[in-house]
């Protein structure tokens, strides 16, 4: 099972399939802080219940991107993580 998902992922090693899903866990948990004081702070000045859950599915795809790129730095997966980015976009870009 650890093999299947060594592959999945295109890592390596256990080692740093680990510290792929904490890099995973810590730009989720940051991405959702910062879209909460980002909305709260927004929502003074919109009432509109829809535009708020537009800005904060647009903060949220939009700031763990780039948190995702910044939490890998310090555990060293930074290469993997530009890799992701890509082929993210790449399936992004094929939808359209």
Do not use: C, E, W
């Amino acid at each position: 099972m650890i093999g299947q998902l060594i592959k999945l992922f295109k890592t390596d090693s256990l080692r740093n399939l680990i510290l792929i899903f904490i890099v995973f866990s810590i730009t989720g948990i940051i991405s959702l802080y910062i879209s909460d004081i980002l909305v709260g702070f927004i929502s003074k000045f919109i009432s509109s219940g829809f535009i708020k859950i537009i800005l904060r599915v647009l903060s949220l795809f939009f700031l763990y991107q780039l948190l995702l790129l910044l939490v890998a730095v310090p555990f060293g997966q930074f290469s993997y993580f530009i890799s992701y980015q890509k082929r993210f976009i790449k399936k992004i870009k094929s939808l359209f």
